[in-house]
C-alpha cells in the first residue's frame, strides 16, 4: 500500500490568510503532483517535479507555489488565500521509471477559504 | 490534445446489477490506460491499468480491455455491492517528457441494497 500523507485533511481559513498544505512520501518516489479536484469532481494538474529542485507548473494555472528541496516533501503554498481556492487538493508520486508507474494518491486537503 | 471522455453519472445500481462505465481517449501514440476509484473522504486509488492494445487489467472483479480500434477502455463488473459505492476515473497517461496522467471527469456510482 502507498504511503503518501497530506496535512491537514481539512482546513478552513479566512481570506488573505498565508497557507501551506504538507505532502510527504515514504515511498523514495522522484516524481510528485498536485492536483485540484473541483466540487464537479475534475482532476486539474497544478504543479509536478521530477525530484529535488524540480517544479514545474502543470495545465491549469494556479496561484499556488510549490518546493521540492527534499525527495519525500513537496509542499504547496498560497501567499494569500481567497474563496476563489476553495477546492480538494490532492498530492501523489510516482517512480521515475522507464516503465509505466502508476500514481499514487494521499487522501487529500478540503480547503475552504471564507 | 490528449483527453479522456466520460459517461456521465451518477450511475444507480441495485445490488448485484451489472456495471458498465464507458470510457473513450484521444491521444497520439500508445497511451497507458488506468481506472481510478475514489471512496468518500479519500484520495484516488488505483484499480486497474492496461498499457497496450488488447491488454485486460482486472482487480477486484473489475474488468476493463484496451481497445485500440474503438479508443476505449470501459470499465466493466458482473455484480457491483454497496461498498463500490465511489467516483471511477478513466485515465490516460502520456508518455512523453514527463509521463503526466490526464483523468475523465469521475462518474459517480450509487449502488443501493
Known amino acids: 500500500?502507498?504511503?503518501?500523507?497530506?496535512?491537514?485533511?481539512?482546513?478552513?481559513?479566512?481570506?488573505?490568510?498565508?497557507?501551506?498544505?504538507?505532502?510527504?512520501?515514504?515511498?523514495?518516489?522522484?516524481?510528485m503532483y498536485w492536483y485540484q479536484q473541483d466540487p464537479g469532481m475534475e482532476l486539474h494538474?497544478?504543479?509536478?517535479?521530477?525530484?529535488?529542485?524540480?517544479?514545474?507548473?502543470?495545465?491549469?494555472?494556479?496561484?499556488?507555489?510549490?518546493?521540492?528541496?527534499?525527495?519525500?516533501?513537496?509542499?504547496?503554498?498560497?501567499?494569500?488565500?481567497?474563496?476563489?481556492?476553495?477546492?480538494?487538493?490532492?498530492?501523489?508520486?510516482?517512480?521515475?521509471?522507464?516503465?509505466?508507474s502508476p500514481l499514487h494518491f494521499g487522501n487529500g486537503t478540503r480547503l475552504t477559504v471564507t | 490534445g490528449d483527453s479522456v471522455t466520460q459517461m456521465e453519472g451518477p450511475v444507480t445500481l441495485s445490488e448485484e446489477a451489472f456495471l458498465t462505465i464507458?470510457?473513450?481517449?484521444?491521444?497520439?501514440?500508445?497511451?497507458?490506460?488506468?481506472?481510478?476509484?475514489?471512496?468518500?473522504?479519500?484520495?484516488?486509488?488505483?484499480?486497474?491499468?492496461?498499457?497496450?492494445?488488447?491488454?485486460?487489467g482486472s482487480n477486484k472483479g473489475f474488468e476493463a480491455t484496451y481497445r485500440k480500434e474503438t479508443t476505449s477502455f470501459h470499465l466493466e463488473k458482473g455484480s457491483v455491492q454497496v461498498s463500490d459505492s465511489a467516483v471511477y476515473f478513466c485515465a490516460l497517461l502520456v508518455n512523453t517528457g514527463f509521463q503526466k496522467l490526464v483523468f475523465g471527469t469521475g462518474t459517480r456510482l450509487l449502488v443501493s441494497p
Open chain 2, 22 to 56: 464507458n470510457c473513450t481517449y484521444t491521444a497520439t501514440g500508445y497511451p497507458s490506460l488506468f481506472w481510478y476509484v475514489q471512496y468518500p473522504g479519500e484520495g484516488l486509488q488505483l484499480l486497474l491499468k492496461a498499457t497496450k492494445a488488447d491488454d485486460k
Open chain 1, 1 to 31: 500500500e502507498a504511503d503518501i500523507y497530506q496535512t491537514p485533511r481539512y482546513l478552513v481559513i479566512g481570506t488573505g490568510k498565508k497557507i501551506t498544505l504538507e505532502c510527504s512520501q515514504t515511498m523514495g518516489h522522484d516524481k
Open chain 1, 45 to 100: 494538474l497544478i504543479h509536478y517535479s521530477y525530484g529535488v529542485n524540480s517544479t514545474e507548473k502543470g495545465d491549469l494555472s494556479s496561484e499556488s507555489t510549490v518546493s521540492r528541496i527534499r525527495t519525500e516533501h513537496f509542499p504547496l503554498t498560497l501567499e494569500s488565500a481567497r474563496p476563489s481556492h476553495t477546492s480538494q487538493y490532492l498530492c501523489a508520486s510516482s517512480e521515475r521509471t522507464g516503465h509505466v
